[in-house]
């Protein structure tokens, strides 16, 4: 009898989709990656649009509640229609989808490609892993109260990844090794500290300033981001963040005893509401106020104490009941990370396949990861926008009679950083009007420096502005001067602007100028 050799993979056959990762090229892989991150983006996408529209319908009880009883609100009358319509909700979310949800989805595939290189690694303990990682998630996204909009992405993204990544990724079985995930992730940590170097604090204001405003596709990126962030980002404030706060009194209170609080509150821009949803529900309770949430109450405080230490009692009592610390700072850190680490982890891909015939796979991740370690951090340095500093030169007049646009901006951003009052220069004032907004903008900002008595109508005269850049620039600067006399003048800008970020920046400017409205 002739015995026939059985091996064990023959009782085994792979799965169809390790047929196919098995034919598919790296080019196809690339193509695999990307649709799993488009389908952790569009679920992502459904989540934020949920969470922004929840959030501005919030907002819109609120504001339409304090408008009608004659107060200023932000946003005003003619921007509040707009909280109850999808597409500011839909490009809000875009913002949650670009950030928090990218990230997340991003260091799935890290975790799941790291632990699925490991060898003996069944597919149970892989979701484990998963499972531990969104329980230590979602800890902290409810350590200071239930937060189930902030909890359903570390519920949903995770898991998706996860099993997209089991499913359509290559593992330990099609030549991923630890080593091959291990450093590359190590030279991309190492390579932090330089970005940050590279880039500054201001890289953002740096980008919009220098890059932005300069180009057509710049100045449309730009208008998207100040015509809709802020959806989102009202979605995710604390108490102490929000520019207007509204409270309700629980019960029963003195009128006398009410009539006080309401003036100390309002001093703090806390009004009064009768809505459920208040951001600061107080009941009293005895010689003390209990300051608490709809959910329940956070903290207790004297009468008095409130009364003289308002603004040190709402900074205690917003972190004691801030739900979305957590989550802002998870969606700040992606939106830092998540893009230098893909241009990263291609780069080292790229570089990876082309070496892979030549060093081997003891060498050939560490040769690539520091290629791209090289390329990623030298390519920061020589892009970065604030590595160019203009010299103080001696044909600043000549630069700004030119009518180059380019010349003047240069010319105007030399004065800001290096001092010479732009009143000092023959016909400033018809840089006020120039078609160029980059001009008109770091005119501006020259004119918050300027001590000519002129400066203060240039001023109002750009708070007029088309682009809500210069306006704002405008309102900051108008604040930063100090003049009390332009507060009727911001006050007016604030009811009439089409712009949610006008509106916030004037109202900010107002505070800052003494204003302080009561109701």
Not at 142 to 169: D, Q, T
Not at 338 to 344: E, S
Not at 368 to 382: E, P, W
Not at 492 to 510: C, T
């Amino acid at each position: 009898m002739t015995g026939t050799c059985v091996r064990t993979a023959d009782l085994h056959p792979p799965s169809f989709s390790a047929k196919v990762m098995k034919k598919t090229s790296p080019i196809g892989m690339g193509f695999r990656l990307f649709w799993i991150i488009l389908a952790g983006f569009s679920v992502s996408q459904i989540l934020g649009t949920v969470h922004v529209l929840l959030s501005n319908r919030a907002i819109f009880q609120a504001m339409t509640d304090l408008l009608g009883r004659g107060l200023l609100t932000v946003p005003n009358a003619l921007v509040l229609p707009s909280l109850r319509e999808l597409r500011p909700a839909l490009l809000g979310g875009l913002f949650f989808t670009l950030t928090l949800g990218a990230g997340l989805t991003a260091l799935t595939l890290l975790l799941v490609q790291a632990i699925r290189s490991l060898p003996g690694i069944s597919r149970s303990f892989l979701f484990g892993f998963i499972l531990l990682f969104m329980a230590f998630c979602l800890i902290l996204v409810n350590k200071n109260g239930f937060n189930p909009v902030g909890s359903s992405y570390f519920i949903v993204l995770p898991p998706l990844a996860a099993e997209l990544a089991r499913r359509f990724l290559p593992g330990k079985d099609m030549g991923v090794s630890p080593r091959s995930i291990a450093v590359p992730t190590l030279f991309f940590l190492f390579s932090l500290p330089f970005l940050a170097q590279a880039t500054g604090p201001d890289f953002f204001h740096q980008v919009r300033d220098r890059g932005l405003l300069s180009h057509p596709w710049g100045l449309a990126v730009n208008d998207f981001y100040y015509r809709y962030t802020l959806y989102a980002a009202e979605a995710v404030k604390s108490l102490q963040q929000k520019l207007i706060r509204t409270y309700r009194i629980e019960g029963s209170m003195d009128g006398d005893k009410a009539a006080v609080l309401k003036r100390a509150l309002n001093r703090e821009d806390l009004f009064a509401v009768t809505s459920w949803a208040a951001d600061l529900v107080l009941e009293e309770n005895g010689d003390a106020l209990s300051l608490g949430t709809p959910g329940g109450p956070a903290l207790q405080a004297d009468f008095p104490m409130i009364l003289y230490g308002a603004p040190g009692i709402i900074e205690k009592f917003s972190s004691y009941t801030d739900r979305w610390d957590f989550f802002r700072k998870g969606t700040f850190h992606a939106m830092i990370l998540f893009y230098p680490a893909a241009l990263f982890f291609f780069i080292y891909t790229l570089i990876s396949r082309c070496l892979s015939s030549r060093a081997g796979p003891r060498r050939g991740p560490l040769f690539a990861s520091g290629l791209s370690f090289l390329l990623l951090v030298g390519g920061a340095f020589l892009l970065s926008p604030g590595r160019d500093i203009p010299a103080l030169r001696p044909d600043l007049p000549a630069m700004l009679r030119s009518n180059t646009p380019g010349e003047q901006s240069r010319a105007l951003r030399t004065i800001y950083l290096h001092g010479p009052d732009v009143a000092s220069f023959p016909r400033y004032e018809d840089l006020a009007d120039s078609s160029s907004l980059p001009v008109r903008y770091w005119f501006t900002r020259c004119l918050e420096k300027s001590r000519a008595e002129r400066a203060t109508a240039l001023l109002l005269h750009l708070l007029e502005d088309g682009r809500i850049t210069v306006a704002t620039t405008a309102i900051e600067a108008l604040a930063g001067r100090g003049d009390r006399r332009v507060i009727p003048e911001i006050r007016k800008r604030l009811i009439r602007s089409e712009d949610w970020y006008v509106q916030w920046y004037a109202y900010r400017a107002l505070r800052k100028l003494g204003w302080c409205q009561t109701g």
